[in-house]
């Protein structure tokens, strides 16, 4: 059966950004998904901003201490060790939002989508705001460039270097994290190198470092430039040759190739196509964009087999619910709290392995949460739900002590009710124009990606008849909290 | 067999609400109601980083009160267990369970390698990996996935708390998560979800399926649930805190025909950079009330000697306090164990070597997974090996 094109203009939308908006509903049956593709890859060739969420008194604070410090051989008074440490965490909370916030409006939906997949592949936890914010800097600009240079400049950003240890790797001692971690989740993937080479490989890495200001730095009298073996290949590497000899194994390009199908097109890998793509991606000298575009305008992109079967991660979800009702919320931080209670909060990924996504996501409490969400941006419904806690993020503080204290995260409480206004004039616009009896199915077949949907009269028996406006709305919201909806 | 349990139970219960029962017969009555033999595990999380050297502490040890010069915990005050070692004064409850025999305590316990974030170091005890390997699913998890092949109810762990933790999720099997068996989640919905539900059936599209079977077992494990915590509800006194209220339903379902074999815990925040005393006093005060209350409540029904809980926190702290009145991450950590069955008591391995430290660092003598690999076999019946992925030596306390 040929699938329209409305249903493939939206699975393009999904998997290649966060979903359709409200100001594409009139278009969707009309584009190709292929001029569709034109229109998206334009939109992400500009140059992303720079996105600046510190505090401006936290670098003047950071930058001065560092400077004074170095001057005077002072260290850090334990007071102002931890007024930077809660700053930090208040600028990784405002990176968080602002992010999201151009992932929910960006044109850009092909670049900020990549480098949300970087983001988990890169995945870093570092409570300095800085570091976290030239490292999202780092990825957004290469998102669909060349792998190797974003490889390279990932390898030395302060957030990675430190939060893999590398500080400490040194001559002799060497600390082999990095240089693991670096061939088993980066590059190769396990069980393609031998602890040999782990070892070889973290010794060209010593000396690599960063600076209080992220930059890089390579502590000369700190690396070992004896000769080292590193898969088969000999000399006195240091680590960026390393890097490239990691990029000529082809073994790179395949598992990028196959993570980046299995993020993009299907949890269950078909070998001959990454087989395919990883052959192209080495052959073009790891061109991101090349790559994507060799799975966005394939047709096997299209295929059935392909389309409603990923589950949508946190992110996607809250972010694509958005996109299609654009709301205000009058308490931002709610969305930190769902991240949180939905198990993904951005630059807190569970360890450098990333978030491990597919049916993970899903548990009796995560699933039960996801299809109330819709209910909860509708009304100013409570919110009753505590997230676990994080003491990397706590520092030991439990929430009601902080809202006590009235600094940090005040989540627990005061975001406890979501308070969206949702503007739902384009969107009412839009499907005002159809005629009633046809409503649901032409909204389910938006809203949704699954071949079946919930029925018409399951969703028309609770939505609210009082007038064209209200059945509009609270279907769109039962829509919502389906498990349908939970997938893209 | 004549009568079935469940049958049994009811009786039981309309019996009790009678008022012809003078009340301190009532304890009494449930004496015989619920056969023997259902073991089941409590695990309690003290999350944060619990400072394991003030909570059993060496009291006999210069090194010890030299590292904390404010810290560290008064002889006098302490709860002495043996000359040298005391509990934490406000551990009352767990001395009284010692002189009792039913507690244990194993000393230095850890991994190699130890990660020093609260995150990693969580998950590293919550999944039983390694330090270098990043596993998805939890070590209760996996026991589900063994034990419950094909169950329809995943009733078989439970955790008390709004979300579910990576140690109870396996590959197949997922553990249930409430805070409330009244309110596992919200039912603002619940007629539309049940309505969403009788529409669906399973077709070609695999995680379409998958979501609904979820949804599915979600809503009849909340009726179960809530059915059999209703069964036979603990009528003992707790305290009113989260800690206390958790495990009141724990009991309630322990006296219930539920068939959960595992629960879980948690209780926090034991991340205690400064201003440990207050912190630590007040968390411990609620420990040791809420268990207090657990366990008397569990003999008096007779129930004590098929329930083991042992307590675990992702790592220890620093031997040396720190100059805000408090202490930093630490590695290896001890871990309580109570039960009424317990086959070793007491203080079960050395206290740490202080003398013998990892730059500044208690070293781990048993590794978490040795004592995972225990209750897995003795207590839980399981194949240990298949669930850790690797034989460990087991220990001789169950």
């Known amino acids: 059966m040929a699938l329209s094109s409305q249903l493939k203009n939206q699975h393009l939308m999904w998997r290649a950004g966060f979903g359709p908006n409200v100001g594409q509903l009139s278009v969707l049956d009309g584009a190709s998904p292929d001029s569709l593709y034109k229109t998206l890859q334009k939109a992400s060739a500009r140059r992303p901003q720079y996105i600046q969420a510190a505090d401006s008194s936290l670098q003047g604070l950071m930058l001065g201490i560092q400077d004074v410090g170095r001057l005077q051989k002072q260290e850090m ?28 409006n960006t044109d850009a939906q092909l670049r900020e989508k990549m480098a949300f997949f970087w983001h988990g592949h890169f995945a870093c936890r570092n409570l300095n705001v800085f570091y976290q914010q030239q490292l999202l800097d780092v990825i957004r600009q290469n998102a669909l460039g060349n792998f190797g240079n974003l490889l390279h400049e990932v390898s030395k950003t302060g957030a990675m270097l430190n939060f893999l240890n590398n500080n400490q790797n040194k001559k002799d001692h060497p600390n082999e994290n990095f240089a693991r971690e670096v061939m088993e989740l980066f590059t190769m993937g396990r069980a393609n190198y031998s602890e040999h080479d782990v070892k070889e490989a973290a010794r060209a890495f010593t000396g690599w470092g960063a600076n209080a200001r992220g930059e890089f730095v390579l502590r000369a009298f700190q690396h070992d ?14 680590g960026d ?51 994507m575009e060799d799975i966005f305008t394939s047709d096997w992109f299209y295929d059935e087999k392909n389309i409603g079967s990923r589950i949508k991660s946190p992110i996607e979800l809250l972010v694509g619910m958005q996109r299609m009702l654009p709301m205000k919320l009058q308490n931002e931080e709610a969305l930190l709290l769902l991240e949180r209670v939905l198990g993904q909060v951005l630059f807190y990924p569970p360890n450098v392995a990333g978030w491990p996504g597919g049916k993970n996501w899903i548990d009796s409490s995560t699933l039960m949460m996801r299809m109330r969400i819709p ?94 406006e209200t059945f509009i709305k609270t279907a769109t919201i039962q829509i919502m909290s389906t498990p349908e909806y939970q997938l893209c | 067999m004549l009568i079935k349990r469940k049958e049994f139970l009811q009786l039981g219960s309309l019996a009790t609400a ?64 043996t000359d040298e070692v005391g509990l934490h004064p406000a551990l009352i409850s767990l001395k009284e369970l010692y002189d009792d025999g039913s507690l244990g305590i194993l000393n230095s316990v850890g991994y190699p390698n130890p990660d020093r974030s609260h995150f990693r170091s969580m998950d590293i005890w919550q999944t039983g990996s390694a330090s270098s390997e990043y596993i998805t699913t939890g070590w209760v998890g996996r026991y589900l996935d063994a034990q419950c092949h094909g169950c329809d109810k995943p009733t078989y762990a439970l955790e008390i708390d709004d979300l579910l933790s990576l140690a109870l999720k396996g590959e197949n099997s997922k553990a249930i998560a409430m805070k409330d068996p009244k309110r596992l989640f919200g039912t603002s919905n619940e007629k539309f979800f049940k309505d969403v539900m009788s529409n669906h059936k399973d077709g070609d599209e695999q995680t379409v399926d998958y979501l609904y079977k979820t949804m599915s077992e979600t809503l009849s494990s909340a009726n179960y649930i ?65 268990v207090k209350a657990f366990t008397a409540d569990l003999k008096n029904n007779n129930r004590f000697n098929d329930v ?9 702290r620093r031997v040396s306090q720190n100059a805000s009145g408090g202490t930093d991450h630490g590695t290896a950590n001890n871990m309580f164990l109570i039960g009424g069955a317990l086959k070793q008591k007491g203080i079960i391995n050395p206290m740490p070597d202080l003398n013998d430290l990892d730059e500044g660092d208690l070293k781990y003598k048993i590794d978490f997974k040795a004592v995972y690999a225990t209750v897995l076999k003795n207590w839980l019946d399981s194949d240990d090996s298949a669930i850790l992925g690797k034989k460990y030596d087991h220990l001789s306390f169950c």
């Open chain 2, 308 to 316: 083991l809980m042992f307590t675990f926190s992702e790592f220890g």
């Open chain 2, 226 to 290: 809530f059915e059999q915590s209703r069964a036979h509800p603990s009528s003992a006194d707790y305290p009113k805190t989260e800690l206390g209220n958790g495990l009141k339903t724990i009991a309630s379902l322990i006296f219930s025909d539920i068939n959960t074999k595992v629960y879980y815990i948690s209780l926090g925040s034991f991340d205690t950079h400064v201003n440990q005393e207050n912190q630590q006093q007040r968390l411990f005060t609620e420990l040791s009330d809420a």
């Open chain 1, 241 to 291: 040759e390393v890097l490239d000899i990691l990029l000529d194994q082809k073994q790179t390009a395949k598992f990028i190739s196959q993570k980046i199908y299995r993020f993009f097109v299907n949890d269950n890998v078909d070998h001959q196509k990454v087989e395919w793509l990883a052959d192209r991606f080495y052959k073009s000298s790891y061109d991101i964009g090349k790559l």
């Open chain 2, 18 to 81: 009678s008022f012809m029962v003078p009340k301190f017969l009532k304890a009494f009555e449930r004496v015989d109601l619920v056969p023997p033999g259902n073991k089941v595990m409590v695990i309690l999380q003290l999350s944060g980083g619990n400072d394991g050297l003030n909570t059993v502490i060496p009291i006999h040890n210069d090194i010890y009160y030299r590292e904390r010069p404010r810290l560290g915990v008064d002889k006098a005050k302490a709860l002495a267990l």
């Open chain 1, 225 to 238: 430039d004896a000769g080292k073996t590193v898969l088969g290949k000999t000399g006195n590497f240091d």
């Open chain 1, 375 to 468: 209910q909860l941006i509708n009304d100013t419904d409570d919110f009753n739900i505590k997230p676990k806690s994080d003491d990397d993020q706590m520092m030991g503080r439990n929430e009601d002590e902080v809202k006590i204290k009235g600094g940090g995260l005040r989540m627990a409480n005061a975001a406890r009710v979501i308070n969206a206004q949702v503007d739902w004039s384009e969107y009412l616009d839009y499907y005002n124009k159809v005629a009633r009896e046809q409503l649901v199915n032409d909204m389910a077949g938006v809203l949704l990606q699954t071949k079946k949907t919930v029925g018409a009269d399951v969703i028309g028996k609770y939505a609210d008849t009082t007038s064209k």
């Open chain 1, 77 to 104: 008074s334990p007071e102002q060790r931890k007024e930077i440490r809660q700053k930090s965490r208040e600028g990784i909370k405002s990176l968080n939002l602002y992010w999201l916030q151009e992932m929910v």
